[in-house]
Protein backbone atom coordinates (compact mmCIF):
# COMPACT_ATOMS: atom_id res chain seq x y z
CA UNK A 1 0.00 0.00 0.00
CA UNK A 2 1.66 3.43 -0.79
CA UNK A 3 1.67 6.22 1.51
CA UNK A 4 -0.73 7.92 -0.33
CA UNK A 5 -3.10 5.28 0.22
CA UNK A 6 -2.37 4.98 4.12
CA UNK A 7 -3.45 8.34 4.55
CA UNK A 8 -5.44 9.98 7.35
CA UNK A 9 -8.08 11.47 5.09
CA UNK A 10 -8.45 7.48 3.38
CA UNK A 11 -8.39 5.97 6.85
CA UNK A 12 -11.00 8.39 7.56
CA UNK A 13 -13.43 8.58 4.54
CA UNK A 14 -13.40 4.77 5.13
CA UNK A 15 -13.61 4.39 8.73
CA UNK A 16 -15.88 7.56 9.59
CA UNK A 17 -13.42 8.39 12.31
CA UNK A 18 -9.93 6.80 13.62
CA UNK A 19 -9.02 6.60 16.81
CA UNK A 20 -9.68 4.68 19.96
CA UNK A 21 -12.42 5.55 22.18
CA UNK A 22 -14.54 3.48 24.36
CA UNK A 23 -17.44 3.06 26.40
CA UNK A 24 -16.59 2.82 30.25
CA UNK A 25 -17.82 5.39 32.17
CA UNK A 26 -22.07 5.15 33.37
CA UNK A 27 -21.42 6.59 36.65
CA UNK A 28 -19.24 8.96 38.45
CA UNK A 29 -17.70 5.67 39.74
CA UNK A 30 -17.12 3.88 37.05
CA UNK A 31 -13.29 3.25 36.15
CA UNK A 32 -11.78 1.75 33.13
CA UNK A 33 -7.99 1.88 35.21
CA UNK A 34 -9.21 -0.91 37.78
CA UNK A 35 -12.27 -3.39 38.20
CA UNK A 36 -15.22 -2.02 40.01
CA UNK A 37 -18.18 -3.39 40.96
CA UNK A 38 -20.34 -4.70 38.43
CA UNK A 39 -23.10 -2.04 37.45
CA UNK A 40 -26.88 -3.33 37.97
CA UNK A 41 -29.28 -4.98 34.68
CA UNK A 42 -29.90 -2.54 32.38
CA UNK A 43 -33.34 -1.19 33.16
CA UNK A 44 -34.99 2.05 31.55
CA UNK A 45 -37.67 3.55 33.00
CA UNK A 46 -41.35 2.97 31.50
CA UNK A 47 -42.85 6.27 31.96
CA UNK A 48 -40.22 7.87 29.30
CA UNK A 49 -37.69 9.24 32.49
CA UNK A 50 -34.56 8.17 33.30
CA UNK A 51 -32.15 8.71 36.46
CA UNK A 52 -30.31 12.08 36.74
CA UNK A 53 -28.12 14.33 39.56
CA UNK A 54 -29.97 17.23 40.83
CA UNK A 55 -29.05 20.08 39.23
CA UNK A 56 -26.60 22.74 40.66
CA UNK A 57 -27.45 25.54 37.73
CA UNK A 58 -30.20 26.08 35.38
CA UNK A 59 -27.65 26.90 32.81
CA UNK A 60 -23.83 26.42 31.55
CA UNK A 61 -21.88 27.40 28.82
CA UNK A 62 -20.00 24.66 26.99
CA UNK A 63 -16.67 25.29 25.30
CA UNK A 64 -15.43 23.12 22.28
CA UNK A 65 -11.68 23.56 22.06
CA UNK A 66 -10.74 22.73 18.36
CA UNK A 67 -7.01 22.17 19.04
CA UNK A 68 -4.33 21.19 17.09
CA UNK A 69 -3.16 17.49 16.81
CA UNK A 70 0.83 16.78 17.09
CA UNK A 71 1.81 13.35 17.62
CA UNK A 72 4.76 12.64 20.18
CA UNK A 73 7.97 12.16 18.74
CA UNK A 74 9.16 8.61 19.86
CA UNK A 75 12.55 9.62 19.98
CA UNK A 76 11.56 12.17 22.49
CA UNK A 77 8.33 10.89 24.00
CA UNK A 78 8.23 12.62 27.56
CA UNK A 79 8.98 16.27 26.73
CA UNK A 80 6.97 16.17 23.37
CA UNK A 81 4.00 14.39 25.25
CA UNK A 82 4.71 17.44 27.90
CA UNK A 83 4.58 19.64 25.37
CA UNK A 84 1.05 18.83 24.32
CA UNK A 85 -0.37 18.68 27.47
CA UNK A 86 1.05 22.61 28.11
CA UNK A 87 -0.29 23.46 25.16
CA UNK A 88 -3.54 22.10 25.65
CA UNK A 89 -3.63 24.00 29.37
CA UNK A 90 -2.52 27.11 27.69
CA UNK A 91 -5.67 26.63 25.64
CA UNK A 92 -8.02 26.01 29.01
CA UNK A 93 -6.00 29.47 30.35
CA UNK A 94 -6.81 31.41 27.34
CA UNK A 95 -10.35 30.67 26.84
CA UNK A 96 -10.37 32.76 30.42
CA UNK A 97 -8.17 35.51 29.01
CA UNK A 98 -11.42 37.93 28.76
CA UNK A 99 -13.26 36.73 31.80
CA UNK A 100 -15.69 33.79 33.00
CA UNK A 101 -15.11 30.76 30.50
CA UNK A 102 -16.74 27.58 29.79
CA UNK A 103 -18.22 25.47 32.63
CA UNK A 104 -16.99 22.50 30.32
CA UNK A 105 -13.87 22.53 28.32
CA UNK A 106 -14.15 19.75 25.52
CA UNK A 107 -11.26 18.52 24.38
CA UNK A 108 -10.67 16.11 20.73
CA UNK A 109 -9.33 12.58 20.48
CA UNK A 110 -5.49 12.63 20.99
CA UNK A 111 -4.48 16.46 22.27
CA UNK A 112 -1.74 14.88 24.54
CA UNK A 113 -0.31 12.32 22.10
CA UNK A 114 -1.52 12.60 18.94
CA UNK A 115 -1.82 10.49 15.87
CA UNK A 116 1.70 9.17 14.28
CA UNK A 117 1.38 7.71 10.70
CA UNK A 118 3.11 4.38 10.91
CA UNK A 119 3.15 3.80 14.69
CA UNK A 120 2.89 0.09 15.94
CA UNK A 121 0.67 -0.95 18.70
CA UNK A 122 4.30 -0.91 20.57
CA UNK A 123 4.60 2.84 19.82
CA UNK A 124 1.14 3.64 20.98
CA UNK A 125 1.58 2.22 24.06
CA UNK A 126 5.18 4.23 24.65
CA UNK A 127 3.09 7.45 23.95
CA UNK A 128 0.05 6.53 25.98
CA UNK A 129 -0.97 7.76 28.93
CA UNK A 130 -2.08 6.60 32.40
CA UNK A 131 -5.42 7.36 34.00
CA UNK A 132 -4.60 8.42 36.63
CA UNK A 133 -1.33 9.79 35.74
CA UNK A 134 0.89 12.69 35.52
CA UNK A 135 -1.39 14.16 32.97
CA UNK A 136 -4.89 13.92 34.65
CA UNK A 137 -3.18 14.89 37.83
CA UNK A 138 -1.91 18.70 35.89
CA UNK A 139 -5.27 18.78 34.22
CA UNK A 140 -6.98 18.18 37.70
CA UNK A 141 -5.31 21.01 39.07
CA UNK A 142 -6.67 23.12 36.16
CA UNK A 143 -10.03 22.16 36.72
CA UNK A 144 -9.81 22.94 40.53
CA UNK A 145 -8.49 25.97 39.21
CA UNK A 146 -11.00 27.18 37.03
CA UNK A 147 -14.08 25.78 38.43
CA UNK A 148 -14.57 23.55 35.26
CA UNK A 149 -15.45 19.98 33.61
CA UNK A 150 -12.72 19.03 31.34
CA UNK A 151 -13.26 15.77 29.06
CA UNK A 152 -10.68 14.86 26.30
CA UNK A 153 -9.32 11.77 24.31
CA UNK A 154 -6.48 9.88 24.97
CA UNK A 155 -3.91 6.90 23.78
CA UNK A 156 -3.97 5.23 27.10
CA UNK A 157 -2.61 2.01 28.73
CA UNK A 158 -3.73 -0.38 31.38
CA UNK A 159 -2.37 -2.31 33.86
CA UNK A 160 -5.66 -3.98 33.72
CA UNK A 161 -5.01 -4.60 30.42
CA UNK A 162 -1.35 -5.84 29.87
CA UNK A 163 -0.58 -5.33 26.14
CA UNK A 164 -3.84 -3.87 24.85
CA UNK A 165 -3.90 -0.57 23.07
CA UNK A 166 -6.69 1.30 24.62
CA UNK A 167 -8.40 5.26 24.13
CA UNK A 168 -10.15 6.85 26.95
CA UNK A 169 -12.22 9.73 26.48
CA UNK A 170 -11.48 11.10 30.39
CA UNK A 171 -14.76 13.27 32.19
CA UNK A 172 -12.68 15.42 34.98
CA UNK A 173 -15.08 17.05 37.34
CA UNK A 174 -14.01 20.60 39.06
CA UNK A 175 -13.02 18.99 42.34
CA UNK A 176 -10.40 17.22 40.16
CA UNK A 177 -11.68 13.92 40.34
CA UNK A 178 -11.89 11.55 37.27
CA UNK A 179 -15.84 10.83 37.24
CA UNK A 180 -15.49 8.62 33.62
CA UNK A 181 -12.96 6.64 31.55
CA UNK A 182 -15.03 5.84 29.03
CA UNK A 183 -13.62 3.24 26.22
CA UNK A 184 -14.04 3.40 22.31
CA UNK A 185 -17.27 0.79 21.85
CA UNK A 186 -16.31 -0.25 18.64
CA UNK A 187 -13.61 0.09 15.49
CA UNK A 188 -14.16 0.07 11.93
CA UNK A 189 -13.80 -3.31 10.18
CA UNK A 190 -13.43 -4.48 6.82
CA UNK A 191 -12.94 -1.01 5.66
CA UNK A 192 -9.59 -0.81 4.28
CA UNK A 193 -9.86 -3.46 1.56
CA UNK A 194 -8.41 -6.13 3.88
CA UNK A 195 -4.98 -4.96 3.61
CA UNK A 196 -4.89 -3.20 6.64
CA UNK A 197 -6.95 -2.74 9.72
CA UNK A 198 -7.27 -0.98 13.02
CA UNK A 199 -5.36 -2.72 15.79
CA UNK A 200 -6.78 -0.93 18.98
CA UNK A 201 -8.67 -2.94 21.63
CA UNK A 202 -12.23 -1.60 21.63
CA UNK A 203 -15.36 -2.70 24.07
CA UNK A 204 -16.45 -4.59 20.90
CA UNK A 205 -13.06 -6.54 20.63
CA UNK A 206 -12.95 -8.02 24.18
CA UNK A 207 -16.92 -7.55 24.80
CA UNK A 208 -16.88 -11.06 26.65
CA UNK A 209 -13.95 -9.87 29.50
CA UNK A 210 -15.05 -6.47 29.61
CA UNK A 211 -18.35 -7.35 30.82
CA UNK A 212 -17.17 -9.66 33.29
CA UNK A 213 -14.62 -6.99 34.78
CA UNK A 214 -17.29 -3.98 34.65
CA UNK A 215 -21.00 -5.02 33.49
CA UNK A 216 -23.33 -4.72 30.88
CA UNK A 217 -24.56 -1.34 32.22
CA UNK A 218 -20.80 0.02 31.47
CA UNK A 219 -21.16 -0.54 27.40
CA UNK A 220 -23.39 2.52 27.49
CA UNK A 221 -21.69 5.25 28.98
CA UNK A 222 -23.97 7.85 30.64
CA UNK A 223 -22.18 9.99 33.35
CA UNK A 224 -24.73 11.76 35.62
CA UNK A 225 -23.52 14.94 36.93
CA UNK A 226 -24.65 18.21 38.47
CA UNK A 227 -24.86 20.09 35.32
CA UNK A 228 -26.81 17.09 33.12
CA UNK A 229 -26.02 13.55 31.93
CA UNK A 230 -23.34 13.51 29.67
CA UNK A 231 -21.89 10.62 27.84
CA UNK A 232 -18.72 10.15 25.33
CA UNK A 233 -17.80 8.72 22.47
CA UNK A 234 -15.57 8.94 19.18
CA UNK A 235 -17.72 6.27 17.14
CA UNK A 236 -18.85 7.49 14.04
CA UNK A 237 -21.37 6.42 11.80
CA UNK A 238 -23.58 3.76 14.38
CA UNK A 239 -26.77 5.60 15.43
CA UNK A 240 -28.21 2.69 17.14
CA UNK A 241 -25.33 3.79 19.67
CA UNK A 242 -26.49 7.33 20.61
CA UNK A 243 -29.94 6.28 20.43
CA UNK A 244 -28.94 3.83 23.35
CA UNK A 245 -26.97 6.51 25.14
CA UNK A 246 -30.22 8.38 24.48
CA UNK A 247 -32.69 5.55 25.90
CA UNK A 248 -30.27 5.73 29.07
CA UNK A 249 -31.00 9.28 29.36
CA UNK A 250 -27.58 10.78 27.70
CA UNK A 251 -28.68 14.67 27.76
CA UNK A 252 -25.65 16.05 26.38
CA UNK A 253 -23.72 13.74 23.79
CA UNK A 254 -19.93 14.60 23.44
CA UNK A 255 -17.92 13.11 20.31
CA UNK A 256 -14.85 13.62 19.64
CA UNK A 257 -13.05 12.94 16.31
CA UNK A 258 -9.69 13.56 14.79
CA UNK A 259 -9.50 14.02 10.82
CA UNK A 260 -12.70 14.56 10.09
CA UNK A 261 -15.99 13.68 10.28
CA UNK A 262 -19.35 13.69 8.86
CA UNK A 263 -21.53 16.67 10.30
CA UNK A 264 -25.05 15.00 9.13
CA UNK A 265 -23.84 12.39 11.66
CA UNK A 266 -23.65 14.55 14.68
CA UNK A 267 -26.39 16.50 13.97
CA UNK A 268 -28.91 13.44 13.57
CA UNK A 269 -27.59 12.63 16.90
CA UNK A 270 -29.44 15.20 18.11
CA UNK A 271 -32.49 15.52 15.55
CA UNK A 272 -33.18 11.25 16.10
CA UNK A 273 -32.66 12.10 19.84
CA UNK A 274 -33.06 15.35 21.27
CA UNK A 275 -30.12 15.77 22.71
CA UNK A 276 -27.40 18.20 22.56
CA UNK A 277 -24.12 16.86 20.60
CA UNK A 278 -21.35 18.56 20.20
CA UNK A 279 -18.34 17.66 18.06
CA UNK A 280 -14.60 18.30 18.99
CA UNK A 281 -12.06 17.78 15.86
CA UNK A 282 -8.80 18.75 15.57
CA UNK A 283 -7.57 22.18 14.04
CA UNK A 284 -4.77 23.06 11.58
CA UNK A 285 -1.71 21.07 13.10
CA UNK A 286 1.66 22.16 12.17
CA UNK A 287 4.17 19.28 12.24
CA UNK A 288 1.94 16.47 11.43
CA UNK A 289 2.09 13.19 9.50
CA UNK A 290 -0.21 14.81 7.15
CA UNK A 291 -1.13 17.79 5.48
CA UNK A 292 -1.45 20.42 8.25
CA UNK A 293 -5.07 20.61 7.80
CA UNK A 294 -6.19 17.14 6.38
CA UNK A 295 -10.14 17.87 7.24
CA UNK A 296 -9.26 20.21 10.14
CA UNK A 297 -12.37 22.15 11.62
CA UNK A 298 -15.52 22.21 11.92
CA UNK A 299 -16.35 21.63 15.55
CA UNK A 300 -19.63 22.87 16.01
CA UNK A 301 -22.44 22.55 19.03
CA UNK A 302 -26.12 21.00 17.88
CA UNK A 303 -29.52 21.86 19.89
CA UNK A 304 -32.13 19.29 20.56
CA UNK A 305 -33.71 19.84 17.18
CA UNK A 306 -30.67 19.35 15.05
CA UNK A 307 -29.86 22.71 14.13
CA UNK A 308 -26.71 24.19 14.75
CA UNK A 309 -25.94 25.94 18.02
CA UNK A 310 -22.30 27.27 16.98
CA UNK A 311 -19.77 26.06 14.46
CA UNK A 312 -15.97 26.80 13.70
CA UNK A 313 -15.76 29.06 10.97
CA UNK A 314 -12.06 28.65 10.80
CA UNK A 315 -10.08 25.37 10.78
CA UNK A 316 -7.37 27.21 13.31
CA UNK A 317 -7.18 26.72 17.08
CA UNK A 318 -10.34 28.32 18.08
CA UNK A 319 -13.38 27.51 20.74
CA UNK A 320 -16.62 27.29 20.10
CA UNK A 321 -19.17 27.89 22.69
CA UNK A 322 -22.76 27.25 23.25
CA UNK A 323 -25.29 27.44 26.29
CA UNK A 324 -27.07 24.61 27.45
CA UNK A 325 -30.36 25.27 29.31
CA UNK A 326 -30.68 22.82 30.92
CA UNK A 327 -32.84 22.88 33.57
CA UNK A 328 -35.42 24.14 30.88
CA UNK A 329 -34.39 21.30 28.33
CA UNK A 330 -34.92 18.71 31.44
CA UNK A 331 -38.21 19.55 32.59
CA UNK A 332 -39.90 18.76 29.17
CA UNK A 333 -36.96 16.10 28.07
CA UNK A 334 -38.09 12.30 27.74
CA UNK A 335 -36.11 9.45 26.55
CA UNK A 336 -36.42 9.41 22.75
CA UNK A 337 -40.31 7.69 21.26
CA UNK A 338 -39.28 4.43 19.20
CA UNK A 339 -41.44 1.68 18.37
CA UNK A 340 -39.16 -1.62 19.32
CA UNK A 341 -42.07 -3.91 18.47
CA UNK A 342 -41.90 -3.06 14.64
CA UNK A 343 -38.01 -4.16 14.17
CA UNK A 344 -36.52 -5.87 17.11
CA UNK A 345 -36.59 -8.96 15.35
CA UNK A 346 -34.70 -7.97 12.34
CA UNK A 347 -32.22 -6.13 14.72
CA UNK A 348 -31.96 -9.66 16.74
CA UNK A 349 -31.80 -11.51 14.04
CA UNK A 350 -28.80 -9.60 12.43
CA UNK A 351 -25.38 -10.85 11.97
CA UNK A 352 -22.71 -8.08 12.31
CA UNK A 353 -20.04 -8.86 9.55
CA UNK A 354 -17.23 -8.90 12.37
CA UNK A 355 -18.12 -11.06 15.71
CA UNK A 356 -16.78 -9.59 19.07
CA UNK A 357 -14.37 -10.53 20.70
CA UNK A 358 -11.59 -11.13 17.98
CA UNK A 359 -8.83 -9.57 20.47
CA UNK A 360 -9.16 -11.74 23.42
CA UNK A 361 -6.88 -14.10 22.17
CA UNK A 362 -4.47 -12.17 20.05
CA UNK A 363 -3.40 -8.49 19.59
CA UNK A 364 -2.15 -7.40 16.51
CA UNK A 365 0.71 -5.38 16.58
CA UNK A 366 0.03 -2.60 13.88
CA UNK A 367 -1.90 -2.36 11.10
CA UNK A 368 -1.07 -4.29 8.27
CA UNK A 369 -0.38 -7.61 11.01
CA UNK A 370 -4.21 -6.49 12.22
CA UNK A 371 -5.39 -7.16 8.19
CA UNK A 372 -3.46 -10.46 8.22
CA UNK A 373 -5.24 -11.59 11.09
CA UNK A 374 -8.82 -10.43 10.56
CA UNK A 375 -9.33 -11.38 6.95
CA UNK A 376 -10.69 -14.49 7.58
CA UNK A 377 -12.44 -14.03 10.65
CA UNK A 378 -15.47 -12.27 8.91
CA UNK A 379 -18.71 -13.95 8.48
CA UNK A 380 -19.75 -12.10 5.56
CA UNK A 381 -18.71 -13.32 1.73
Known sequence: ????????????????????????????????????????DIAPAPDGRYPVAPLARESWTLGVAQARSIPVDLARVDASRRDNLNHMIGLIDAAFAFGAGPDLMFFHEFPITGFGAGWTR??????????????????AKKAREKGIYIVF?????????????LSITTIIGPDGRILARDWKARNIKGAFGGEI????TTIYDVLDRFV??????????????????ISTSSVQREPELFRAMAIKGAEVILRTATGGFVPADIAVTSLYNGVYTAVANNAISPGSPF??????GGSA????????????????????????????????HRQPTIHPDLYMDVLNGYSPRFPPNLFSDYVPTDLKDAGRYLRDKGRWQ
Open 291 to 296: FEDTNA
Open 212 to 229: EMYGRDAIVPVTRTPIGN
Open 122 to 139: KDVLKVAIEIPGEETEAL
Open 301 to 332: VYGPDGEPLAIARSPNETLVTARIPIGAFRAR
Open 197 to 200: ELFT
Open 153 to 165: GSYARDPAWPGHA
Open 1 to 40: MTAAALSRRNLLAAAGGLGLTAAVGVSEAASAATPREKAG
